[in-house]
């Protein structure tokens, strides 16, 4: 019997169809347990005390005074901290970074967890916290990305990104009859997702169970297993509902590991939840890059050469590099490409992997780049990036899955009404004489699938169980793959019940990157694969089934049958199969991910096309985004509505980035000075108007078996760029920096 089932007649029942949200309703209604909504019998409350410098070291705590407030029961310091199994500066995990987990008393950045204390109410360890007052010994900070010097680096993988190059860059410089040197600045970003980072820690003996949102559960446990000296196997993470995470929830923090530490030596149940203030520190961000971009092109418009080097922060501590340079990588057909990275180190925290990472700050100075290139050549924006678009990876040939970006251009400008923009700025006035500018922006984003597994029991009523422990950040996780996991049985989704988020169940691999759904997915599809498999064995190895000696015959799942392809009357039900067996229930497994040569066939990425119309006031430079298209291609869609959601928020991020997102440091103590909501600007309802979504098409059958890319990050690649762009139109200024202020627009 052939192993694989006709996908054509089984898959896209359920997947392709916009399913609402089967975890919405839990939301909704306060359902829904996040992680700090546990309050095990004899909770403690932790509160870490943040430093309130970024670089010396803490002189003086006064602990007595903290120990003295009614309802304090215990203040960890570096001086009494039990000790740790682990080393704080190993990395035990693909996602491990250096942690701060007390190991001194140095302070090398603003946030960082002091001390730590211990209460019986949440008022009563926040007050003991205050309560210590520390004292510090106060070096001088060096926060911005001239106050210590560029270095170089060996790539050396994940935090340590490499650079690319191909054919002479010399000569492309030498060769180029136009050409621009142009250099563009991103401000630090920071992570903040409505739920806040929380813990709540229980141990049983050498057994520990924690509650903590994490975007990649298994891995989580070992990491956490690895500073107690305990097996993975004996932590429990339980993560069923997580709101948001953007990268930052993938990687064990100090303050985490701190509340664990805590539970075991108090022997109860401890709860820590992070301030909104508290997210600007210890959980990564995006951080702070500097972009020279030499670009230069022949008498026919063709890009001679792109020469793109990244200048990103780290901290002084740990290694986090912000790959923006690999951006330049794999879209334009340039004769030659040099893409490089340097770091400086700063008095922050470390940076990390925040959505779209390197992308979406690359493409911030590639997209804007690319336009004054197009200024620079005399030609229209879109019609330069034709002239340009890369058939194939640069660099190493390999062809694309397909020519889907010339038809997100096409829609995109379609839809948007791109035919007859003015080539130059500043002409064009609505009928209440606002400044008005269009700019496009180019989106590509990698495809890339972790390794996962699930399980898929079918049941004797003809439902399904699916188990994984994949996670949902918000982007309707729950929902997707249970729809992958119904059509791999051939079953409706009111059949299947989906269990996920928990670390005791089959490991779902990482929800990050973009490649979440292709990797849980692909593993829930084998598994419903597996059994039916299985099925068919039984079936057609018994004489009393229809089925019987159907031997490499093609056989289909569809309501609750397994069915002969080619005689759809030869057909039994799978309650049937089971009975006649003797068996209440069948039991398959499946692995999501990609062999090896398949990437070293294909180059794999999602494409896409933003256009922006802004209007400026032309006398307050007041910029409002009225109006953003985007067109994209990712592969197979399997829910459209959530398809669309994730490509909105990735645009309006896009907005965030171009317009209002930067955290600020006092120069004198290093401090982010507006770390909370009042002053860390994201856009609301106000500044997002006329958003469109547009899916193209396409059928890519070599990154995966199901055909799946991701949507969560591109949509914020290539929308930066393109309000930068429009920007310009509309006012004959060019701002080289994100974000773009009323300030910068007004001065001379």
Request: with cysteine.
């Amino acid at each position: 019997m052939s192993d694989t089932l006709s996908p054509q007649i089984r898959f896209g029942s359920n997947s392709g169809q916009p399913a609402t949200r089967r975890d919405g309703l839990a939301k909704v209604t306060g359902v829904a347990t996040f992680a700090a909504d546990n309050t095990p019998e004899g909770l403690l409350y932790a509160v870490y005390a943040p430093a309130k410098i970024a670089r010396g070291r803490v002189s003086q705590l006064d602990v007595a005074a903290a120990e003295a407030h009614p309802g304090v029961t215990h203040v960890i310091t570096p001086q009494n901290r039990p000790e740790l199994q682990g080393d704080p500066s190993a990395k035990p995990t693909m996602f491990s970074f250096r942690t701060e987990v007390l190991q001194d008393d140095t302070v090398r950045y603003a946030g960082q967890p002091i001390a730590l204390v211990l209460g019986e109410t949440l008022e009563a360890a926040t007050e003991g916290a205050r309560l210590l007052a520390p004292q510090y010994e106060v070096d001088p900070v060096r926060v911005a990305l001239d106050d210590n010097p560029a270095t170089s680096f060996e790539p050396a993988g994940f935090g340590l990104p490499g650079g690319a190059s191909h054919g002479d860059v010399e000569a492309g410089h030498v060769a180029a009859t136009r050409s621009i040197d142009v250099s563009y600045e991103t401000a630090a970003q920071y992570h903040n997702a409505m739920e806040t980072h929380a813990i709540v820690a229980q141990w049983d003996g050498d057994h520990l169970t924690l509650d903590t949102p994490s975007q990649a559960l298994n891995l989580s446990c070992a990491g956490f297993a690895y500073f107690f000296g305990i097996p993975p196997e004996n932590v429990t993470l339980r993560s069923p509902y997580i709101g948001g995470g953007f990268g930052s929830k993938a990687i064990p923090t100090g303050p985490q590991v701190l509340a664990i530490l805590a539970a075991r030596m108090t022997q109860r149940p401890v709860k820590l939840m992070f301030t909104r203030q508290q997210m600007f520190g210890p959980v990564g961000h995006r951080g702070a890059t500097r972009q020279r971009l030499r670009m230069g092109v022949d008498e026919t418009a063709a890009l001679t050469v792109i020469d793109h080097d990244g200048l990103a922060e780290t901290s002084t501590f740990d290694d986090f590099v912000e790959p923006a340079a690999n951006a330049s990588q794999g879209l334009y057909a340039a004769g030659a490409l040099r893409a490089s990275h340097r770091l400086v180190r700063l008095d922050v925290g470390t940076p990390g992997p925040m959505r779209a990472p390197g992308e979406a700050s690359g493409s911030a100075a590639l997209e804007c780049a690319m336009d004054e290139m197009a200024e620079a050549a005399g030609m229209d924006p879109l019609e330069f990036r034709l002239r340009n678009y890369a058939e194939t990876q640069p660099g190493t040939g390999l062809p694309y899955s397909s020519k889907a970006l010339r038809e997100c251009y096409a829609e995109g400008a379609a839809r948007f009404g791109w035919e007859g923009r003015p080539m130059e700025p500043r002409q064009m006035r609505d009928a209440d004489g606002l400044l008005t500018g269009w700019g496009m922006g180019t989106a590509l984003f990698p495809c890339p699938m972790f390794a996962a597994e699930a399980r898929a029991t079918l049941r004797p009523d003809g439902t399904a169980l699916f188990e994984t422990s994949a996670v949902d950040m918000g982007q309707g996780a729950w929902t997707v793959l249970a729809q992958i996991a119904a059509d791999s049985l051939g079953l409706t989704l009111d059949q299947v019940e989906f269990r996920a988020g928990h670390s005791a169940l089959p490991d779902g691999g990482v929800a990050g990157g973009s490649g979440h759904t292709a990797t849980a997915g692909g593993a829930l599809h084998a598994a419903g694969g597996d059994v039916l498999r299985q099925l068919g064995e039984l079936a057609t190895a018994d004489p009393q089934s229809p089925l019987y000696g159907a031997g490499n015959s093609s056989l289909v799942a569809r309501d609750g049958w397994l069915l002969l392809e080619e005689d759809e009357s030869r057909r039994e039900r799978f309650a049937d199969i089971l009975i006649r067996a003797g068996q209440t229930e069948m039991t398959g497994t499946g692995h999501g991910g990609r062999a090896p040569e398949a990437a070293g066939r294909h180059a794999m990425n999602s494409h896409g096309a933003v256009f922006a119309e802004v209007k400026v006031d032309p006398d307050l430079c007041q910029v409002r985004v009225t109006r953003l298209v985007g067109a994209f291609a990712a592969g197979r869609i399997i829910n459209p509505r959530l398809t669309e959601s994730q490509l909105m928020g990735g645009m309006i991020w896009g907005t965030s980035f171009a317009l209002h997102e930067a955290a600020r440091h006092d120069p004198r103590s290093g401090r982010i000075v507006n770390a909370d909501f009042a002053g860390y600007h994201v856009p609301v309802n106000a500044d997002v108007s006329g958003l469109e979504v547009i899916t193209v098409h396409e059928d890519d059958p070599y990154v995966n078996a199901l055909g799946i890319k991701g949507v969560g990050e591109i949509g914020i690649v290539g929308t930066v760029g393109a309000i930068g762009n429009a920007i310009w139109h509309a006012t004959g200024k060019r701002v080289r920096h994100f974000p773009i202020r009323i300030a910068d627009l007004l001065a001379p």
